[in-house]
């Protein structure tokens, strides 16, 4: 796995939790368990978060993904753009990985496949982290009901605080998680909207969870990164991926912009020169289409589009001044 980068992708597959560190904690300790096999051994720190898994109970859903792709002056990544907001395990692709088992006619996601029962921590081989999500900060990112069911809400709320008490011996405000719990169950039952309670419960779980890795950590806004590398701790190899490259962490990520490579090398180079003029240059760039990029440094001529044509008003002005 040293050399794992997106040439490597498709000889293995993927399973993703959200920034759960619970959850995170539990896997690397015990391997990935099926809900029906987690809750037979009595799992510590497992808990459902959907209602309904396309895994149900008695698999754990991975995915396949195809080498990164450059189609049409864009790159096509797809382990990079289906796992937002993830911490995606790079799992052995001899396991035993069924066609999906469920949801056959009617489930769509084509890429997945189903491990019966467990992945054990032999078939682990990584860690992978988006880039731009490996250095967000905790206190932003912590806890967000978004990626479950409602309905587990009070039970990933207690099994997160659980497992900061145990294992890092937290002191939560127990009175204070106790009356918004109450006081949500309330508004539940009056059947009134619910959004800006639950953003009050997450503000509360996201104090709770910066608190307790800043301390451990000694630092007052630790990222993603900086928790994942402390619960870890060394067992796994980590990587960060950005949309072109992945490195094992440490190592320098290469950065391009698809948008750039569209552009004939002498003008880029051209640009280059230019210095200031040529990052204001590429700024607008980014927000152009890959159409109009096309015509305006392959034909010079349009029609563009009116977003298009703006920026190519812009364009001609720095070019010009």
Do not use: W
Not at 24 to 48: D, P, Q, T, W
Not at 156 to 168: A, D, M, P, R, V
Not at 248 to 271: A, C, F, H, W, Y
């Amino acid at each position: 796995m040293v050399d794992f980068n997106y040439d490597d992708i498709d000889l293995y597959y993927y399973h993703a939790i959200d920034f759960d560190f619970s959850r995170l904690y539990s896997i690397l300790n015990n391997g990935i368990f099926s809900n029906k096999r987690a809750i037979e051994e009595k799992l510590e720190y497992y808990y459902r978060n959907y209602t309904h898994s396309s895994s149900k109970n008695d698999y754990i859903s991975i995915s396949h993904y195809a080498r990164t792709t450059l189609l049409y002056g864009k790159i096509e990544n797809e382990l990079y753009d289906y796992n937002i907001n993830k911490i995606i395990f790079v799992v052995d692709g001899d396991i035993d990985a069924l066609e999906k088992q469920h949801y056959k006619k009617r489930y769509l996601y084509t890429k997945e496949r189903h491990v019966l029962d467990k992945i054990d921590l032999k078939d682990i081989k990584g860690i992978l982290l988006r880039e731009i999500d490996a250095l967000k900060k905790i206190k932003d990112v912590g806890f967000n009901i978004k990626f479950s069911d409602e309905s587990f809400l009070e039970q990933k709320i207690f099994t997160i605080l659980n497992f900061l008490t145990k294992e890092y011996g937290y002191n939560y405000n127990k009175e204070k998680i106790y009356y918004l719990i109450g006081k949500y169950e309330e508004i539940k039952a009056l059947n009134l909207d619910k959004k800006e309670f639950i953003k009050i419960i997450n503000n509360f779980m996201n104090d709770c969870i910066n608190n307790i890795f800043s301390s451990l950590l000694n630092c007052s806004n630790p990222t993603v990164l900086d928790v994942v590398k402390y619960i870890n701790n060394d067992k796994f190899p980590i990587f960060i991926m950005n949309r072109f490259d992945v490195k094992k962490l440490g190592e320098t990520l290469n950065s391009t912009d698809e948008r750039l490579e569209r552009i004939p090398l002498d003008v880029r180079e051209q640009m280059h020169e230019n210095g200031k003029k040529y990052k204001k240059e590429q700024m607008l760039i980014k927000n152009m289409s890959d159409y109009g990029i096309n015509i305006y440094y392959e034909y010079n001529e349009g029609p563009f589009t009116k977003e298009d044509s703006d920026i190519v008003k812009k364009l001609v002005k720095i070019k010009e001044s």
